[in-house]
């Protein structure tokens, strides 16, 4: 089935670049979204990209898609320790019911 | 903005209990969902409604039924509550098409602590 896969944990400093990678396998996902959870709330939306873009840019936020490679990450220009929290990747179809989540990344922001 | 209320965000329940876990959402969505979330499992589907009296299976729904009497409202059952179902829960809804890019959006979450 579909599945989409980040890496677990991400460590940087504040004030450095972060780069969240994600991997997704559904070549017909149209739609391939960013969440953000802070400790103990839900999901919020960050931004997210169509399948026929190649780069969004939203303020800090830089979202970077390869179709080829199924390969979307979210890059956050001079991350603060407000940026701390767990980032999902998530990928769905037009019209489709379900969108797949990744199982998030917990970004780490050292002062 | 859209909003998805959960009304209960945190629950000490007993094994055996029955649960309810409701969700109202304001923006006439079709589409709802109850997912459970666990550390290193992220976010796993339980079921989803694309209409009222509507529901489908999702990824994990054994141990679990669900409710759509009225659009807004989509309730999640835990008929006898065990200690493997403590976790939090997420309910989101998105709408069936439009220029919100099939976005969902979600509520702040249920905390279910089963003793």
């Known amino acids: 089935g579909e599945d989409v896969e980040q890496s677990l944990f991400l460590s940087v400093r504040e004030g450095d670049s972060s780069v969240i990678n994600c991997t997704y396998t559904?070549?017909?996902?149209?739609?391939l979204y960013w969440y953000k959870q802070e400790p103990g709330a839900g999901l919020q939306l960050l931004t997210y990209?169509?399948?026929?873009?190649d780069m969004k840019q939203d303020q800090r936020l830089t979202v970077l898609l390869n179709k080829k490679d199924k390969h979307l990450s979210l890059r956050i220009a001079d991350t603060q320790t407000g940026d701390s929290a767990i980032y999902f990747c998530?990928?769905?179809?037009?019209?489709?019911?379900?969108?797949?989540f990744g199982a998030g990344t917990r970004l780490f922001v050292k002062a | 903005d859209v909003k998805v209320t959960q009304s209960s965000r945190y629950l000490v329940k007993r094994t055996g209990e029955k649960v309810f876990l409701e969700c109202v959402q304001d923006?006439?969505?079709?589409?709802m969902f109850w997912y459970r979330q666990d550390p290193g499992l992220g976010l796993r589907l339980i079921y989803f409604s694309y209409d009222v009296k509507m529901k489908e299976k999702g990824d994990i729904p054994e141990g679990y039924s669900v409710s759509r009497e009225k659009k807004e409202r989509f309730s999640l059952i835990l008929e006898s509550a065990s200690t493997n179902q403590t976790s939090m829960y997420l309910c989101?809804?998105?709408?069936?098409?439009?220029?919100?890019?099939?976005?969902?959006?979600f509520g702040e979450g249920s905390w279910l602590t089963v003793v």
């Open positions: 989101a809804s998105k709408t069936r098409q439009g220029s919100s890019g099939n976005t969902i959006y």
């Open positions: 990209i169509f399948s026929n873009m």
């Open positions: 998530a990928v769905g179809r037009t019209g489709g019911f379900k969108t797949i």
């Open positions: 559904d070549s017909s996902s149209t739609y």
């Open positions: 923006m006439d969505h079709e589409n």
